[in-house]
Nanobody, 118 residues
């Protein structure tokens, strides 16, 4: 199994920046995609950014051009640099890891709060 530890959330003003980090431990050799999801009160959890093992990325339309996802496989860590933050970015951000060769399984971090004030 994989354990995920998130860090980097906080309170920022509109237009500010934050960098989220998520370090994985355990069965890290089986990690496939890594990414970030978020959930605001009263809304569904949505995908923000996902990065595959080979480095290809997918972003939600709402964050394209503002957020950048990256990963360091040697450190088993995924990052999310968030620039030009907006109040609508306010949510709990969850680290995500997909594992497995034949049978796949999803792991989630505990979540870190990001609050953007206007």
């Amino acid at each position: 199994q994989v354990l995920l530890v998130e860090s980097g959330g906080g309170l920022v003003q509109s237009g500010g920046s934050l960098r989220l980090s998520c370090a994985a431990s355990g069965s890290t050799s089986s990690i496939n995609a890594m990414g970030w999801y978020r959930q605001a009160p009263g809304k569904q959890r949505e995908s923000v950014a996902v990065i595959a093992t080979g480095g290809s990325t997918n972003y939600a339309d709402s964050v394209k051009g503002r957020f950048t996802i990256s990963r360091d496989n040697a450190k088993n860590t995924v990052y999310l640099v968030m620039n030009n933050l907006k109040p609508e970015d306010t949510a709990v951000y969850y680290c995500y890891v997909n594992t497995g060769w034949r049978i796949r399984f999803d792991y989630w971090g505990q979540g870190t709060q990001v609050t953007v004030s206007s």
